[in-house]
């Protein structure tokens, strides 16, 4: 079974570029989580979808983040415009839910963003 | 705000010994997740810790919870060499079951032969 899948896996862009950040989850998971890890810092909680709906936002630093699950399968986070401390390793994470019983995170191997 | 921390943030030691990991979390969660991450790569589920008093071993590490305490430990029995790597604990953020997590900001573990 593929795991959950992040791409690209790295990414180098300039202050005020855009760029979109695209996670693929275990296939038949409905809840689909977006987290960062800035340099130094603990990982953080950006938001949560079950299937296509935003579940839990409150973790999204500002309005310049914008994450999407059309069709409830994948995901997209975009950062527009990037700023340098957008920098970090975005993870994305995804699990079948209490309903299932399992409520384990499974993650991807995440995209390194560095904005300069 | 829920608060995890981890505690040490960095060990050094030596391949035999034991050692435990300590993680102290400040909201009445009963659900607590430690992770395994190598250089590089993703975070890999070592336990999933769902009531009071669980405790889950697998090979070398075991896992407890005492969510009277808000403490969970991870202890190291034996180290060897491959359990060089980064550990994190973390917390549901409301006990719900799918909610974000909140995390430690990690052990940095190394493994000396």
């Known amino acids: 079974e593929a795991g959950v899948t992040q791409f690209p896996s790295h990414s180098v862009i300039e202050k005020g570029q855009t760029v979109t950040l695209r996670c693929d989850p275990i296939?038949?998971?409905?809840?689909l989580y977006w987290y960062r890890r800035v340099m130094g810092k603990e990982i953080k909680f950006l938001l949560h979808?079950?299937?296509?709906?935003?579940?839990?936002e409150s973790g999204m630093p500002n309005n310049r983040f914008l994450a999407e699950r059309t069709g409830g399968t994948y995901s997209t986070l975009k950062v527009q415009p990037a700023e340098l401390e957008d920098s970090g390793v975005y993870f994305c994470?995804?699990?079948?839910?209490?309903?299932?019983?399992?409520?384990?995170?499974?993650f991807g191997p995440g995209t390194r963003l560095t904005v300069t | 705000e829920l608060k995890v921390e981890q505690n040490p943030l960095f060990l050094s030691m030596q391949e035999g010994k034991n050692y435990t990991i300590y993680c102290n979390y400040s909201t009445t969660s009963d659900r607590l997740y430690w992770y395994r991450q190598d250089p590089g790569k993703s975070l890999e589920s070592l336990f999933v810790?769902?009531?009071?008093?669980a405790v889950k071993q697998e090979g070398r590490l075991m896992a407890s919870l005492d969510t009277k305490a808000r403490l969970s430990t991870l202890h190291i029995t034996a180290a060897v060499h491959d359990l060089s790597a980064t550990y994190f604990c973390a917390v549901d953020s409301s006990g719900g079951g799918a909610d974000g997590l909140t995390f430690g900001k990690g052990t940095h573990l190394i493994i000396q032969p």
């Open positions: 296939s038949g998971h409905d809840n």
């Open positions: 979808f079950v299937k296509e709906s935003k579940q839990d």
């Open positions: 810790l769902l009531s009071n008093g």
């Open positions: 994470a995804s699990s079948q839910g209490p309903g299932s019983g399992a409520y384990e995170q499974y």
